[in-house]
């Protein structure tokens, strides 16, 4: 412990949260906590459920990791069998959390993003427990997992039909845990923090980063105070993560071990190893850097909070002596971000929402030893800098239902397709379109006719085997796809998609509806080949 009193120590009179070897959950659990833990939840549910489908719009990786939890479901195994590969097929268990609610419940829109709610539920939950566990109040647990809750970052996320959900609620339940084993030296508690961790790495690879991070950070207290038991048994628990999803790409997946991992390769800092003509390492990560905070600013909307944010994640990072061991939340939020520019290529701005909550609980252990260091302007300053970030953010999140607010739900739009076309058909459509198409033999623009049969869309075509198409305006198409319409492959093979399926349903289908839905925009159904009339 360092000189002074620690963020995290009580004041004399309490117990304080560094003593004992035992997990506690910031000491004793009197009911006002507990009631703080259900309003924070309730006010989680409060501005996630509602309008769940509606804002924000499907994205193209919601329908594709719900494939393959929906093949799981359906006893066909962790096999995307619409796109060939992807979607949860690699890194496996989000799949398997898919699978079960859609076993149960049915394979909806809703069912899937309700799953990403649970896990942000869970993560909610668990920041309350860290946050109190390390000793802070209820004023600043309430106001720092607010912050959380209205993070335009974490609306997002946790309505998102995609792993980060799971692996912030895996990676909040395992800093619990390392909290424990830092100040207790805890063989158990790392042994636990590690398997939750082993956990996360089943559902994303980006795990692996915060893995790499913890243990470098348990390394180095392991070094100080010549305690290696936790390091060691938390290296070799995560580890089993790492082996779990090696054994079920070797033996399951349909691409195999080898080329899995020379793919993935190409997305990580080693991709810009190789020479060439590319940008090399520090150009990569630089670039990373760069793209990363030029979306978190918002154009510069919102400039002066991500600088006053990464300002308190500096605070914490220098004040190692000052926080003790819940510097390890300041110092796992930016070697996730030092780390994640590097070996990540490219870095994704929603990966953040992992340990973007750690930003806010360090703001919450700056308001604490403002408060012990006599409170004063500063500490009344800092509570008000973190209570305009919570109003900015909120904010943000009503705009985003504002902006989507009256368009056609999904689940009308699937509605209308669904009556159309009948289960079991031979569909070309889109990916955004497969909810309704679920129980048919669907191919879209992202299929990767090598892994599927026929081979290609021509054979498919020609095969006469098409029931039905199901199919965008152009303007509609356009929207849909964004950037992915710019000049380059990927482009050109959405676009040589679209003009091979319009033609083929002008020439031999038959026009049966058009669909114009608010938001979405117009989709024409035709029947062609097999259907019958």
Known sequence: ???????????????????GSAVELGGEWEPSRVLVLVGLVFAFLLLELPFLTEAYHITVDEPWYSQTGHSFAMGRGIHNDVIGSGGGDMFFLYAVFLGVPFKIFGTTFYVGRFVSVFFGVVSIAGIVCVLYRMGLR???????????????LSYLTFRAIRPEAAITAFTVCSTFFLLDALRSK???SAAIAGLLAAVGLMCHPNMVVIIAVAGLLLGIDAIRHRAFGPVLVYGATAALGGIAVLVFLHFVFVEGLAPTISRMLTRTGASALGGGDGPGLLGASIANAQDFFGRAIVGGRRGLIVAAEMGVLVWGVVSCKRLASNVLLPLLAAGFLALGFVVLQPFSLRSFTAVEW?????????????????????????????????????????YLIRRDY????????????????????????????WFPLQDSTVYNEYSRSRLLEPDSLDALIE???????????????????GGA????????????????VRAHAEVHGERVET???????????????????
């Open 463 to 481: 095969s006469g085997d098409v029931d039905y198409v199901v199919l965008a305006s152009e303007e509609t198409f356009a929207t849909m796809m």
């Open 138 to 152: 209820w004023r600043e647990v309430s106001l720092c997992t607010l912050a959380v809750i209205v993070s335009n």
């Open 485 to 500: 319409l710019g000049d380059n492959t990927l482009g050109e093979g959405f676009i040589r998609y679209w003009n091979s």
């Open 358 to 398: 750690m930003i806010f609980a360090t703001f919450g252990l700056l308001i604490s030893d403002l408060q012990r260091r006599g409170g004063g302007w500063r500490m009344w300053a800092a509570q008000g800098l973190l209570a305009l970030i919570v109003v900015n953010n909120l904010a943000g999140d009503l």
């Open 186 to 188: 805890s063989s158990r």
């Open 1 to 19: 412990m360092s000189d002074g009193v620690a963020a995290g120590q009580r004041a004399p009179g309490h117990a304080g949260p560094e003593a």
């Open 406 to 433: 009256g368009a056609v739900r999904y689940s009308e739009l699937a509605e209308r397709i669904s009556e159309v076309v009948p289960s079991g058909s031979v569909v070309l459509s889109h990916q955004l379109l």
């Open 515 to 533: 669909i114009e839905a608010k938001g979405y925009g117009d989709f024409t159904i035709w029947r062609t080949g097999r259907a019958p009339p």
